[in-house]
């Protein structure tokens, strides 16, 4: 291989030169030369910074039409987050070079973009090519005025730009001899990129951050970056997609990508700000390799409050076009899908969700309000229904409602939101659930879930139906399994892994997974209860009550107090049971779901009458307490009863 400033490569560039055309733009007294990339006025050349060249440009390209602030920013910082000060800054030092003060060839429209409204011709024709005087002193042969050395740098960060450097090469024919040597180590270090596989398989998009000082507007910016995730989470080429339930734990946090990448093992992180003025809308965003350290991309956009529901796909669409990976039409078309034309009907929907991960008994209520309100809105909103479904489902299993009445509110919605769009993986999962609980259905439970599965292969939700499903049933080793799955798509999430452990009675495997979770910010009232739940099955009562006791001094709920009096009667203290058995009886009008927990507490006082008579009720209520039934180690001192297998067999458990 020649090195730049030898004959062979000045004579490799010449050739390649003589096959450009001179390409030129005349408007006024002013010619821009795209070919020699300069701005001249008659015969004088006028200065201008590379970036401003590169805007102009775009302008005169597309004369007499609208071009937003986005478009040029992208003209200009293709591959950097900007400000829009950076633009302001930019079109001023064009306005300098022009004389256009009064903004009459740039003209500005309000809130929409910019004009070039000089009449401008163009001239394409062969040039003659004047040769390039090379330096002694080495490869200095690039002029001031081209933007070849920040193409090339970026080119080579990011082990692409190709074509680029293809636009490069014709904007600035005379830096071509100079850069054949360099084109052919990125060349080299692209084909060596691709064939080491070293590609962005993973991401995790961190709660994106509101700084419009209105704490009103944080559903917006949660909504946001939830919905990226949805958006992603659809592309079979990501192998993880973290869910926005992990994520969440970043709020409000100052964040360090590669360390959020080595916690939850990803390989890019994507951050974003947003703030909300009035009607406009101003949100920027940013993509980190974490393995390299390296931005791979970042933009800024600014729409009109009303465009939001377009906003999250527009983002997903282009990550996707950054990272270069190759999609079918059918999953194009799943990326940039749009679930309502309503713009309030979205953000009603939007607030529904935010309510719902509050996770307390007001805003449950709130959070059924909000996504009512949607769908009447958008009848044929799916997503609305979707969610719903899933507030009932929370109203349910924290007894805020009477489950019964509460499941099949949630099997109504959640049929709805499938016979809008039968690919929502979201109404699979609901009705799954609706399925299992409910209506006692377990093959078509099965189905739901591996019909949510199969349209995202990579929802850790999905994996976790299925894994709730399966323990259920008794089929503990492929419930473990689909666990192990959830767990490696969700890192943080809570439990769930440990929880089925326990149900396969591997009771020193499922203390140690739980135990992770204990004193992190993935650790809460859930952790504490279901290492007593571990510590009860293995006779260690004390440390298990000390379990519950945390449990409820984070969350006084009646089914905390009812998991205490478990732990009192198993360890044979029955005064201090039956006297809590007095307690959590009467809540039961008030607060619903106790049934199964109070007949946990009669079992393990050995009183069997009792015990039958509250899972007789649980089961009426399709309480959250009788559904690991066949399989829950707390109910083995009941399994020789026929009693019990009659139930079995009403829940349609027997095998």
Same mark, same amino acid.
């Given at each position: 291989?020649?090195?730049?400033?030898?004959?062979?490569?000045?004579?490799?560039?010449?050739?390649?030169?003589?096959?450009?055309?001179?390409?030129?733009?005349?408007?006024?007294?002013?010619?821009?030369?795209?070919?020699?990339?300069?701005?001249?006025?008659?015969?004088?050349?006028?200065?201008?910074?590379?970036?401003?060249?590169?805007?102009?440009?775009?302008?005169?390209?597309?004369?007499?039409?609208?071009?937003?602030?986005?478009?040029?920013?992208?003209?200009?910082?293709?591959?950097?987050?900007?400000?829009?000060?950076?633009?302001? @800054?930019?079109?001023?030092?064009?306005?300098?070079?022009?004389?256009?003060?009064?903004?009459?060839?740039?003209?500005?429209?309000?809130?929409?973009?910019?004009?070039?409204?000089?009449?401008?011709?163009? +001239?394409?024709?062969?040039?003659?090519?004047?040769?390039?005087?090379?330096?002694?002193?080495?490869?200095?042969?690039?002029?001031?005025?081209? /933007?070849?050395?920040?193409?090339?740098?970026?080119?080579?960060?990011?082990?692409?730009?190709?074509?680029?450097?293809?636009?490069?090469?014709?904007?600035?024919?005379?830096?071509?001899?100079?850069?054949? %040597?360099?084109?052919?180590?990125?060349?080299?270090?692209?084909?060596?990129?691709?064939?080491?596989?070293?590609?962005?398989?993973?991401?995790?998009?961190?709660?994106?951050?509101?700084?419009?000082?209105?704490?009103?507007?944080?559903?917006?910016?949660?909504?946001?970056?939830?919905?990226?995730?949805?958006?992603?989470?659809?592309?079979?080429?990501?192998?993880?997609?973290?869910?926005?339930?992990?994520?969440?734990?970043?709020?409000?946090?100052?964040?360090?990508?590669?360390?959020?990448?080595?916690?939850?093992?990803? *390989?890019?992180?994507?951050?974003?700000?947003?703030?909300?003025?009035?009607?406009?809308?101003?949100?920027?965003?940013?993509?980190?390799?974490?393995?390299?350290?390296?931005?791979?991309?970042?933009?800024?956009?600014?729409? *009109?409050?009303?465009?939001?529901?377009?906003?999250?796909?527009?983002?997903?669409?282009?990550?996707?076009?950054?990272?270069?990976?190759?999609?079918?039409?059918?999953?194009?078309?799943?990326?940039? @899908?749009?679930?309502?034309?309503?713009?309030?009907?979205?953000?009603?929907? %939007?607030?529904? *969700?935010?309510?719902?991960?509050?996770?307390?008994?007001?805003?449950?209520?709130?959070?059924?309000?909000?996504?009512? &309100?949607?769908?009447?809105?958008?009848?044929?909103?799916?997503?609305?229904?979707?969610?719903?479904?899933?507030?009932?489902?929370?109203?349910?299993?924290?007894?805020?409602?009477?489950?019964?009445?509460?499941?099949?509110?949630?099997?109504?919605?959640?049929?709805?939101?499938?016979?809008?769009?039968?690919?929502?993986?979201?109404?699979?999962?609901?009705?799954?659930?609706?399925?299992?609980?409910?209506?006692? /259905?377990?093959?078509?439970?099965?189905?739901?879930?591996?019909?949510?599965?199969? !349209?995202?292969?990579?929802?850790?939700?999905?994996?976790?139906?299925?894994?709730?499903?399966?323990?259920?049933?008794?089929?503990? /080793?492929?419930?473990?399994?689909?666990? &192990?799955?959830?767990?490696?798509?969700?890192?943080?999430?809570?439990?769930?892994?440990?929880?089925?452990?326990?149900?396969?009675? *591997?009771?020193?495997?499922? $203390?140690?997974?739980?135990?992770?979770?204990?004193?992190?910010?993935?650790?809460?009232?859930?952790?504490?209860?279901?290492?007593?739940?571990?510590?009860?099955?293995?006779?260690?009562?004390?440390?298990?009550?000390?379990?519950?006791? @945390?449990?409820?001094?984070?969350?006084?709920?009646?089914?905390? !107090?009812?998991?205490?009096?478990?732990?009192?009667?198993?360890?044979?203290?029955?005064?201090?049971?039956?006297?809590?058995?007095?307690?959590?009886?009467?809540?039961?009008?008030?607060?619903?779901?106790?049934?199964?927990?109070?007949?946990?507490?009669?079992?393990?006082?050995?009183?069997?009458?009792?015990?039958?008579?509250?899972?007789?009720?649980?089961? +009426?209520?399709?309480?959250?307490? $009788?559904?690991?039934?066949?399989?829950?180690?707390?109910?083995?001192?009941?399994?020789?009863?026929?009693?019990?297998?009659?139930?079995?067999?009403?829940? &349609?458990?027997?095998?």
């Amino acid at each position: 291989m020649s090195v730049p400033g030898t004959n062979s490569t000045a004579n490799q560039g010449q050739v390649l030169m003589q096959n450009l055309s001179h390409h030129r733009y005349f408007f006024g007294d002013f010619t821009l030369d795209i070919t020699r990339g300069c701005l001249l006025r008659g015969e004088g050349e006028v200065k201008i910074r590379p970036k401003s060249f590169a805007v102009l440009q775009h302008l005169v390209e597309n004369s007499g039409r609208l071009i937003s602030k986005d478009q040029l920013i992208r003209a200009g910082w293709a591959d950097t987050a900007v400000t829009d000060d950076s633009l302001v @800054k930019c079109l001023k030092d064009i306005r300098q070079a022009l004389h256009d003060e009064a903004q009459e060839i740039i003209k500005t429209v309000p809130r929409r973009g910019y004009i070039f409204a000089a009449e401008v011709s163009e +001239d394409t024709a062969a040039a003659p090519i004047t040769p390039v005087k090379e330096e002694t002193s080495g490869v200095q042969l690039i002029s001031e005025r081209t /933007d070849w050395q920040i193409i090339e740098g970026q080119a080579a960060t990011n082990q692409i730009g190709f074509t680029r450097v293809t636009s490069a090469i014709k904007r600035h024919w005379w830096v071509v001899a100079a850069s054949l %040597l360099a084109l052919a180590i990125i060349t080299t270090a692209a084909v060596y990129f691709a064939r080491s596989g070293d590609v962005i398989d993973s991401i995790a998009v961190m709660p994106f951050v509101n700084v419009s000082n209105n704490a009103d507007t944080d559903y917006l910016s949660d909504g946001i970056s939830d919905s990226v995730i949805n958006s992603l989470s659809q592309l079979p080429n990501f192998k993880k997609v973290i869910p926005f339930s992990s994520v969440f734990r970043y709020k409000g946090k100052q964040i360090d990508p590669q360390s959020v990448g080595r916690e939850l093992n990803v *390989r890019a992180v994507l951050t974003g700000r947003l703030v909300l003025r009035g009607d406009d809308l101003l949100v920027s965003t940013e993509l980190v390799d974490v393995k390299n350290n390296k931005l791979l991309w970042g933009e800024q956009y600014n729409r *009109r409050f009303a465009d939001v529901v377009n906003l999250q796909s527009e983002i997903a669409q282009q990550i996707s076009e950054r990272l270069r990976l190759k999609l079918t039409g059918e999953q194009k078309e799943r990326l940039t @899908k749009r679930y309502t034309e309503n713009t309030e009907a979205y953000q009603l929907y %939007l607030q529904g *969700r935010y309510y719902r991960r509050k996770l307390t008994d007001e805003s449950r209520i709130k959070s059924g309000e909000y996504f009512q &309100k949607a769908i009447e809105k958008d009848p044929n909103f799916a997503l609305g229904y979707a969610g719903l479904a899933g507030t009932y489902m929370t109203l349910a299993l924290y007894g805020q409602m009477p489950p019964k009445e509460a499941w099949q509110k949630a099997e109504e919605a959640a049929v709805k939101a499938l016979a809008i769009d039968d690919t929502l993986g979201e109404g699979h999962i609901s009705l799954g659930y609706v399925k299992m609980r409910y209506d006692w /259905d377990w093959p078509g439970a099965e189905r739901e879930f591996k019909r949510a599965i199969e !349209l995202n292969p990579d929802s850790a939700q999905s994996h976790a139906g299925y894994a709730n499903l399966l323990r259920c049933v008794g089929r503990v /080793d492929e419930a473990i399994a689909e666990a &192990k799955r959830s767990q490696e798509l969700d890192p943080l999430s809570t439990g769930f892994l440990g929880e089925t452990l326990y149900f396969a009675r *591997r009771y020193d495997e499922a $203390v140690a997974e739980v135990q992770k979770e204990v004193g992190t910010s993935r650790g809460g009232a859930g952790t504490y209860l279901e290492l007593g739940e571990i510590y009860i099955q293995q006779g260690r009562y004390d440390e298990a009550l000390a379990e519950m006791l @945390k449990a409820r001094a984070l969350v006084e709920r009646p089914r905390q !107090l009812a998991r205490i009096g478990y732990v009192y009667a198993a360890a044979g203290k029955r005064d201090e049971a039956i006297k809590i058995l007095a307690e959590v009886k009467g809540p039961t009008t008030e607060r619903y779901d106790l049934a199964g927990y109070i007949a946990d507490i009669y079992a393990a006082l050995g009183d069997k009458d009792q015990a039958f008579a509250w899972l007789e009720k649980a089961c +009426d209520q399709r309480e959250q307490g $009788v559904f690991d039934l066949k399989v829950g180690p707390r109910w083995d001192t009941l399994r020789s009863d026929s009693r019990f297998t009659a139930l079995l067999w009403r829940m &349609k458990l027997a095998s």
